[in-house]
Structure formats: C-alpha cells, structure tokens
C-alpha cells in the first residue's frame, strides 16, 4: 500500500487559518512488513525520529490506538518548515495509515475533523485531504468546510534557504484587532473568496495582496516579500501572497509569464529553490 499526500500552501493572504490549496509536491508513505515495533525509514537525518516518537506514527496511534506495528517508507519532496504543509502532510498520512491498517471507514469529513484537531487549524489539512481549494471555518469547534475548483494557473514558489517554524511566525501576530480592522480584514477575504470561485484570478490576486490580518507583521521574518512580488507585478502575475507562516513566498501567474518570472527569481538568491507548481485536484490517494 502507497498513501500519497499534497503539499498545502495556506492562507492565500487574507484568508487566514480558513483558506488553502493543494499543490503538485508530494509526500509518500510506503507501507511495508507487520514488525515488532514501528520503524520509519526515511532521509531526513537525526531531526525526525524514526520510531513510534514520528508525527505519521503519533498521528495513527491517535487516531487508532490498537494498531499493529509497520515497518513504513517515507519519500518526501515537500520541504520541512517552509510553509508548504509539511507537518500537515504527515498528519493526513498518519490518518489514512491509521483508516486502512484499522479499517476504519473514515469519511472525508471525519479525516478532515481529526486532522484539524491535531494541527489546530483547518487550511492546511483540509485541502491535504480533499485536494484543491478548501475554506473552512473551525477555531476548536466542528469544522465546516467547503472544496471548490481553484481557477488554472501556476503557482511559483520561491523557497527560501531557511526554517521559519510556524510557533516563531505565529508569536508575532497580535492577540486582538479592532473591531472595525477585523471588518476590514474580513471584508478583503470575502472578496477574495468570491473571485476565486467565480474564477477572476486578477481580483483574486489583488485581494491576496491586501492581506490585514498577518503579513504586515510577519514582515521581519520574510523581507524577499516585497521584492518578489515587485518581480510579480512586473510581469503580470495575478498576486502574491506569503505561504502559509512562511517563508516561502507564491506568485500566481498565466503559463506565458511563469518562465521570465522563474528566471527574475532565480536571479533575486542563488541560494533560494524555485518550485513551479499546479494545483492537485484529487487530495490525499492511496495506491
Ligand atoms: N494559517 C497558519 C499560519 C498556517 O499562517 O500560521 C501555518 O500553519
């Protein structure tokens, strides 16, 4: 058996811990023999543990406690704490690992709600599972969620040569806004939301650039966010926006633009990895 996962980029500017979108990069979890104890073989080196201490298997035990141990395989192209769902991905993998070993059954919408209980927010595990976009509304009660078509386009991204763990960029965000701010902020989501499910990436795109809610002050973290979306307008990107806790960074862009924009980034640090990315439509798979 071979579970299959998505990246997540989340936020998409002002959607914030609501909205996100599955991407083309992957995590693989190969299930091997039943053994005596859970093993996970993988090449992140001495970070990430190779027992039952390992987030997938945490998250399985979770989710079914009596399970038998596995020898597992892991293979991921996503990468860790950059802002594309690696955590998340290992915690969808957990899940669909707990649902077919423990035959479980799990629904969509069950796999969504354990997952968002144990990340904490919806926008990355959500459309880790379902694939696409996903807006989803939880903050510690039942989630709601809903899956839409995200319009065609490239999504590039330019990640940065270092970690930015999501527990530093969160410590910066305030723990209140004003009221009419929060309506502000929620006024430049709405739109954003609806131009994305009527298909108009250009009003999309300029909704995700007028993000009030986290960019502004995560700025020290991230200060390529400017540059690169100079180099977005420049050459007709539809918008660009910080992904998730960053720090990577995503230009939406038409195909005809996407090689002068990778060239111009590649250009902005040599040390940096530009990745062109599509949407995946289908969500967590199991071969
Ligand atoms: N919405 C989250 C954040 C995504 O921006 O902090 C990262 O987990």
Redesign the pocket.
């Known amino acids: 058996m071979r579970i299959r996962v998505p990246a997540t980029s989340?936020?998409l500017g002002p959607g914030?811990?609501?909205c996100?979108v599955a991407v083309s990069c992957y995590l693989f979890v190969e299930v091997a023999e039943a053994a005596d104890t859970w093993h996970v073989d993988h090449s992140y080196g001495d970070q990430v543990p190779t027992d039952e201490n390992n987030l997938i298997i945490q998250t399985a035990l979770k989710t079914a406690p009596n399970l038998l141990p596995h020898r597992i395989k892991v293979a991921s192209d996503i990468p860790l704490t950059r802002?594309l769902?690696s955590?998340?991905s290992a915690i969808v993998a957990g899940i669909e690992l707990a649902n077919r070993l423990g035959d479980l059954h799990l629904t969509e919408s069950d796999k969504v709600e354990l997952a968002s209980q144990m990340?904490?927010?919806p926008?990355?595990v959500a459309p880790a599972i379902c694939g696409d976009l996903v807006i989803a509304s939880g903050n510690g009660k039942k989630v709601n969620y809903v899956k839409h078509y995200f319009p065609d386009c490239e999504l590039i991204a330019f990640i940065p040569n270092t970690e930015l763990k999501?527990s530093e960029?969160?410590g910066v965000?305030p723990e209140k806004l004003t009221f009419p701010a929060a309506v502000a902020a929620s006024s430049v989501a709405n739109v954003m939301v609806a131009a994305l499910i009527k298909g108009d990436l250009s009003m999309a795109g300029k909704m995700m650039e007028q993000d009030q809610f986290?960019e502004i002050y995560r700025s020290s973290f991230v200060p390529h966010l400017a540059q690169v979306r100079q180099i977005s307008h420049e050459n007709s990107g539809y918008g660009c926006y910080?992904s998730?806790?960053?720090p990577t960074v995503i230009i939406l862009a038409p195909k005809s633009v996407s090689g002068k924009i990778t060239t111009q980034l590649k250009a902005l640090d040599d040390k940096a990895t530009i990745e062109v990315f599509q949407v995946d439509r289908e969500g967590v798979q199991v071969f």
């Open positions: 989340a936020n914030f811990d609501s996100g802002g769902g955590s998340s990340e904490g927010h926008d990355n999501t960029s969160r965000l986290h910080l998730g806790a960053g």
